[in-house]
C-alpha cells in the first residue's frame, strides 16, 4: 500500500484554502466554528507547530556529529514557540502574517534538509507545492484584513 503522506499533506490545505476564499467573499463567521480569522490562526499555529515538531523527529535518528543533529532542535524549537507567542500577543492580522513567514522558514529548512539528503526528493516536492498553497491561501486572506 502506497504511503498516505502526501495525500494527507495536500489535504492540510484545505482548511487554508476554504478559510481565504471565505474572507474574499466577506463571510467572517461559520456556524458552529464561530469567525474565520481565529479557525485560521488556531489552524495555522497547529500545523506550523506540527511541521516544526517533524523536524525535531528528523534529529533524532541523524548521527551526533552532524551539523542538523543540533540545529533542528534549535530551529523547532525557536519556531514553535515563535507561533505560540505570536498568536498569544499578536493581532490576528499581524499573527497571519508571521505563519507566512514561519511557513517560508520551514520550508527553507527543508531544502537545507533536501540538500543535505536528510529528506527525500519526493517528500520535499510535495512540501514545496503544499507550502505555496497555504503561504498564498494565508496572504490572500491577510489582504482581506
Known sequence: ??????????AGAIPFVA???????DIVTV????????V???????IGSFMAGAHW??????AED???AVRLPLYSNVIAL?????????????FIWLLVIGFISLLVIDYSLHQAQIISHTYF?????VTAIVVISLVIAALQL
Open 1 to 10: 500500500m502506497k504511503k498516505p503522506s502526501p495525500y494527507l499533506t495536500f
Open 125 to 129: 516536492k510535495v512540501r514545496q507545492y
Open 82 to 94: 515563535g507561533l505560540w507567542l505570536g498568536f498569544l500577543i499578536l493581532s490576528a492580522s499581524s
Open 40 to 46: 485560521l490562526s488556531a489552524y495555522g499555529l497547529v
Open 19 to 25: 478559510c481565504a476564499f471565505l474572507l474574499m467573499i
Open 31 to 38: 456556524p458552529m466554528l464561530g469567525s474565520v480569522l481565529d
Open 57 to 62: 523527529g528528523n534529529h533524532l535518528d541523524l
Open 66 to 68: 552532524n551539523k542538523w
